[in-house]
């Protein structure tokens, strides 16, 4: 067992599909014989959720019941193997832990995994599971799956019950999943968020470029994505996102979620941080620092960080509600119109937008960067990530990019870079839908 992917050792270690010796019979449903692996954050009947720290898990009591989520994938026939790291209290995208070791990138050993949701992307992209359940509150799912090459779901908030699970900021918490292929995505997001309405594709695709992005393999993927996507019938055109905008956008999260994890811990963060009083766990010096700073955070702070998300907000809304309908513009051919030449097309179209956006700024950071170093990137990193969490909206990151700029002389191959489609609240199923066309 690899410590830094696994908590506790995996109930089974056999092939895909083979039951145990004396289990019971095995659920039966659309993801029957998937493995399933489960981010050390949910509660899972009988075990004990350490959130990415030993003396938390340590102190944790044993759970009595199963967190709704991975009991509806159990129940949808998903076969759980085993508890996964994450960072440490799922505070940082990076995917390192002082504990347990940083567990080794499969697509790009000389970098970083990605987190918070560290072990079940590792363990996916190892083959080692096919389904990777953890959660989402700033790029915990869309991070790790830009740089491990994995398909990424963070879904609208709220759209999921975060019953059973330990919060970090839970404004923005969102329980997510992560998987080799677009298939088998979209099934477990068929049974986390069964639709209750018909799936309404987008008549326009923005695509944005944020500005200093270097000219690379982005900007390449978008002539040719924009001609497939007019030739489904969508209307695409580009738009640059600004690097003020996305300084903004990132402030604006980064103030929030830190007030909401004050009060989310609020109980031992008051505490003396050593001493007989001190119930705060051995944390590694970058969460700590972290932690300490969401302490400093004044009611001012909080109202002028909320000022920033609206126009972070309104902005979002405006550029993706529906305007006048596409049929209705010169020139035009909404994707309802292109159905007929497209089976994929079925569904209804309407004048909302998607947007396509880098999940990341690139390929993930080189092991052993500085804290100086790791402290900017993140920066830029959550000017894209905050746009889906400020708006509680769905963002879906697909493996298809390499990020041929980055790589090093030593490195076997280019290493992983995510891309986006992000919409509207409720618009999950949108994005499967289209990702789907486009992949068809």
């Not at 393999?217 to 695409?236: D, I, T, V």
């Not at 990530?385 to 990019?401: D, E, K, V, Y």
Request: charge should be neutral; aromatic fraction near 6%.
């Amino acid at each position: 067992m690899d410590k830094r992917i696994y908590v506790a050792p995996a109930r089974f270690s056999g092939p895909r599909g083979q039951r145990r010796q004396g289990q019971g019979r095995q659920e039966e449903g659309p993801l029957n014989g998937q493995r399933l692996v489960v981010k050390d954050l949910f509660a899972i009947k009988g075990e004990r959720i350490g959130q990415g720290n030993p003396d938390l898990l340590d102190s944790a009591p044993f759970e009595r019941q199963t967190a709704p989520a991975v009991l509806a994938l159990q129940q949808a026939g998903a076969d759980y193997r085993a508890r996964t790291t994450t960072d440490e209290l799922a505070y940082s995208l990076n995917g390192t832990n002082a504990h347990f070791g940083t567990p080794e990138n499969p697509r790009a050993p000389l970098r970083l995994p990605g987190g918070s949701s560290v072990g079940s992307a590792v363990a996916v992209a190892r083959g080692e599971a096919e389904i990777g359940l953890g959660t989402d509150t700033g790029g915990s799912i869309r991070v790790p799956s830009s740089y491990c090459g994995l398909y990424g779901l963070r879904p609208t908030h709220g759209r999921i019950s975060m019953t059973g699970l330990k919060p970090l900021a839970p404004r923005f918490d969102t329980v997510g999943w992560m998987t080799r292929d677009l298939a088998t995505l979209t099934q477990v997001s068929e049974v986390l968020m069964p639709a209750a309405t018909a799936t309404r594709l987008p008549a326009r695709i923005i695509l944005l470029v944020p500005e200093g992005l270097a000219a690379g393999p982005y900007q390449r993927l978008l002539g040719p994505l924009s001609r497939r996507l007019e030739s489904l019938g969508f209307q695409c055109e580009r738009r640059m996102l600004s690097q003020t905008f996305m300084a903004r956008a990132s402030e604006a999260f980064r103030v929030l979620q830190g007030c909401e994890i004050r009060r989310t811990h609020q109980a031992w963060l008051s505490t003396p941080e050593q001493g007989p009083e001190s119930r705060w766990p051995r944390l590694n010096p970058d969460i700590a620092a972290r932690l300490k700073w969401c302490m400093t955070l004044s009611d001012t702070d909080e109202l002028a960080a909320e000022a920033k998300a609206g126009t972070v907000r309104r902005w979002y809304r405006q550029q993706l509600a529906a305007s006048q309908p596409a049929s209705h513009q010169k020139g035009s051919e909404s994707a309802a119109e292109a159905g007929s030449r497209v089976p994929h097309a079925q569904a209804e179209a309407i004048s909302e937008a998607v947007f396509v956006l880098p999940t990341t700024p690139g390929a993930s950071p080189l092991l052993g960067a500085s804290l100086e170093v790791m402290e900017a990137y993140r920066h830029r990193l959550m000017g894209l990530t905050a746009l889906a969490g400020l708006n509680g909206a769905p963002q879906l990151s697909l493996p298809w990019l390499t990020d041929d700029a980055a790589r090093l002389p030593e490195e076997a191959a280019p290493p992983p870079w995510g891309v986006s489609l992000l919409g509207l609240p409720g618009r999950d199923e949108s994005l499967l839908a289209l990702a789907c066309m486009l992949e068809d």
